[in-house]
């Protein structure tokens, strides 16, 4: 394809994903690789400047204003920046820079974060805002005046006085993290659109033609600059961007002041090694020469200044393609789905394997072997498939099919069933996941299964890694987590990697770890659905591992954060005979079960009866019935053999008809009498005795901690913090009593000094750990 041609279909390729963009708000392709496609396009057109032509994107910004929006002309127009994506860019710049100024000493430069949002002009004359724009094209944009009124950090009105009679602010309109996942959430539960990122539902919240839906969504504004002016703000733009600070105004905390490019360098990596915790999105940073005199006498460019720069962070989407789809097997016999992908650098990892999670993802996406798929990594977060782009669909493209048959051990695959249960009722569908039926027979869950009961959150067993285990296992030396107590040292000194002294040691740390807390056992069992934090509740409300083993799901479901799905998982687990016998047998290899007791005193006479019969779900019955028949009929039994004459003396004739039906089932009489029964034993029936709690200091608090701390781990600062009575959560919210934050902390600070939450650096948290009798 000659020069010409190629240009051609680059404009054509540029103009629809800008169309995509800026106007439908659904992009086609990552940032980066419509960088590179402007890149080589721009490249083109400088080796050819007579084939350039004024509606080239590289002449442009954006896309066209919706029809559904008046237009606005900008009397400035709104151009994009230049972008740097290596050192050696930056550096360019600082030269061309310092040439076009012509001075030999350092340049002052403003740092500020790009973030990832939508660029709109707001206009205030005479202080008051009349006028809210998005860039659109760089020259005329779409009015959005009635929807940016919602946003609640732009002020209608400027603060204090001296703004000029016309003021125009320049900005972006973006979306929190947290803003971004409350959204997705909400939506989700009613059925409605959700976001592929903070960007996109930002873009589509304040594109609303319904001002009232951009009222209700979390948007912020951010302002970078002005535009026109009656007059001139101040000399220099960090002073121009403070000034509107008092003005009311918001601006970036991150804004900061550098001499030079090596600075601007050290801005870049500071904040690249923050980003994860900032509370937004960003994808690089904007370096502005600070004078205005400065950037008056450098101009500009046909799209763009000569006097700032967008420094972009490594893209952490990119395009590749999904060269297969592969199945693995994990601990609870889940058949996964991974995509296998031609390798790509994404955020400065090289990324050749995907999570597509399960087969309903793969239906979501409508994803086929030989795709061209849109890959995310952000941060730690293991990569995803964002979105196929089907325009790149070859076609010999290939449907994703589930295995029939198990890919490690050969057993049947099938589908799980989901069971919902409610009003004394179940119905059953197909659920999103694929189970192999092997279970301990199959060599990847029997490894994945002692991997995790071998883990340091679990019984901490020091030396036994991934690979130890595979070896174990494929040599048939364990079956079960049970063989692990009956490994002699010669028999691990013949797998590879273990000498004498290893091995000998590795059998003393399985020895070691038969002293565990109910807790970290439980967590070591691995249920399902059971994590450390639910292994915790059960230890700690329970008390004893016979009752967790025979605790029925309704009596469960009286401990915190344990609903009857998981409640039934647990269940089951117990029930199951497989999972006894290996219980018996690590009992019996010596295992001795540490902080094991009493049932914790809150729970102590606890129950109710109208709240037992609540929770028997007898369709029609609610609390408010349940409270009425046992004011009315007292006992359970009674409530049983009670006749329609008698009910309906309590409830509505509805009501008192579904209770007859549901206890004439024998099956639920059992089960209401087998829950009561069990509810005398453990001691948390209404006519049990009541204990008094010895009161921990922390008990009823939520703690959260953030950052790194130095003198101990987060780990074993939340085990001394749940020691002394507190909940340890992950998110801040007004009922935080306290945030312990180390260096690094970022968007859960940020939040505890919105809230005006108490805040502990980590010296003033050993303090008060020692002011407890705790030492660290």
């Known amino acids: 394809m000659n020069a010409e041609n190629r240009i051609h279909a680059l404009r054509a390729e540029l103009d629809q994903h800008n169309y995509r963009y800026y106007v439908l708000d659904e992009p086609s392709v990552p940032d980066a690789e419509y960088d590179r496609l402007f ?7 400088a080796e050819h400047p007579h084939l350039v032509t004024p509606d080239s994107p590289t002449q442009r910004v954006g896309g066209a204003a919706l029809a559904a929006f008046s237009q606005v002309r900008h ?7 230049g972008n740097a994506f290596e050192e050696a860019d930056l550096r360019e710049f600082g030269r061309r820079v310092v040439e076009g100024l012509d001075q030999r000493e350092a340049v002052d430069y403003s740092c500020e974060p790009k973030l990832d949002g939508l660029a709109v002009s707001l206009l205030y004359r005479n202080g008051q805002l009349v006028q809210g724009a998005t860039r659109g094209d760089g020259t005329t944009g779409e009015d959005i005046s009635t929807n940016v009124r919602t946003i609640r950090n732009v002020p209608l009105k400027l603060h204090g006085k001296g703004w000029p009679e016309v003021l125009e602010v320049r900005g972006e309109v973006y979306m929190s993290k947290a803003g971004f996942e409350r959204l997705n959430a909400a939506q989700a539960e009613v059925g409605g659109k959700t976001f592929a990122n903070p960007r996109n539902a930002a873009a589509g919240s304040l594109r609303q033609l319904d001002s009232k839906i951009t009222a209700s969504r979390p948007l912020e504004f951010c302002c970078y600059g002005v535009g026109q002016t009656s007059a001139r703000v101040a000399d220099s733009h960090i002073a121009t961007l403070e000034q509107l600070k008092v003005w009311g105004l918001p601006i970036s905390p991150e804004l900061k002041h550098a001499e030079g490019i090596e600075q601007c360098l050290a801005y870049y990596q500071d904040i690249g090694a923050r980003r994860n915790s900032l509370a937004y999105e960003i994808d690089g940073v904007v370096f502005k020469v600070n004078s205005l005199a400065a950037q008056q006498e450098l101009g500009f460019r046909a799209r763009e200044p000569r006097w700032a720069i967008a420094h972009k962070f490594p893209a952490m989407e990119e395009l590749t393609e999904v060269l297969d789809v592969e199945f693995q097997v994990g601990r609870t016999g889940a058949v996964t789905p991974v995509a296998r992908l031609k390798p790509v650098k994404v955020a400065g990892v090289t990324v050749s394997n995907a999570t597509l999670h399960n087969m309903d993802e793969i239906a979501r996406l409508g994803l086929r072997i030989g795709d061209t798929v849109i890959i995310r990594r952000a941060g730690d977060v293991i990569p995803q498939v964002m979105q196929v782009v089907l325009d790149r669909r070859p076609d010999d493209a290939r449907a994703v099919e589930v295995p029939s048959a198990c890919p490690v051990c050969g057993s049947q695959v099938e589908r799980t069933q989901l069971i919902k249960r409610s009003k004394g009722r179940e119905t059953t569908s197909e659920g999103a996941v694929y189970r192999c039926v092997g279970r301990l027979a199959c060599g990847a869950q029997l490894k994945q299964a002692i991997i995790h009961y071998v883990s340091r959150r679990a019984m901490d067993i020091d030396g036994l890694g991934e690979k130890s285990v595979e070896q174990l296992v494929d040599e048939g030396l364990i079956r079960s987590p049970a063989d692990l107590y009956a490994l002699k040292p010669e028999q691990v000194f013949e797998l590879e990697g273990f000498a004498e002294v290893s091995s000998r040691k590795l059998v003393e740390a399985i020895e070691a770890s038969k002293r565990p807390t109910l807790a970290r056992f439980i967590f070591a069992l691995g249920i399902p659905d059971v994590g450390e934090e639910t292994a915790k509740v059960l230890a700690r409300s329970l008390g004893s ?16 954060d344990i609903g009857l799905e998981v409640a039934h998982e647990i269940h089951n687990f117990f029930e199951d005979a497989h999972n006894r016998d290996v219980i018996e047998q690590l009992l019996a290899s010596g295992m001795q079960l540490q902080d094991q007791g009493e049932l ?41 053999a009670a006749d329609g004459i008698d009910l309906r003396q309590a409830l509505t004739t509805k009501q008192a008809e579904a209770v007859r039906e549901f206890f004439k089932v024998e ?3 059992q089960l209401a009498r087998a829950i009561e029964a069990q509810l005398k ?12 709690a010895d009161g921990l200091p922390l008990a009823g608090q ?6 790194t701390l130095e003198r101990m781990s987060r780990d074993i600062a939340k085990e001394k913090l749940e020691s002394l009575g507190a909940k340890v959560a992950g998110s801040v919210s007004g009922k935080t009593h306290c945030v312990v934050a180390g260096p690094g902390a970022g968007s859960k600070l940020a939040k505890a000094s919105e809230l005006g939450v108490k805040v502990l650096d980590e010296d003033a948290f050993v303090a008060f ?3 407890q009798g705790i030492a660290v």
């Open 702 to 707: 939520t703690w959260v901690l953030t950052g």
């Open 681 to 692: 034993d453990f001691g948390m029936h209404w006519h049990s005795e009541k204990k008094t």
């Open 545 to 560: 591992l016979e009752r967790v083993k025979v605790a029925l799901p309704q009596v469960l479901t009286y401990l915190p």
């Open 667 to 669: 099956a639920n009489q």
């Open 600 to 640: 914790a005193a809150e729970f102590a006479a606890s129950t109710t009866l109208a709240g037992m019969i609540a929770k028997l779900d007898i369709p029609s019955v609610g609390p408010t019935g349940a409270e009425k028949l046992v004011d009315k009929l007292g006992t359970l039994e009674k409530i049983i």
């Open 75 to 81: 009397e400035i127009p709104m151009l994009s920046l």
């Open 769 to 771: 750990l020692a002011e």
């Open 39 to 45: 890149n080589e396009l721009k490249a083109l057109e």
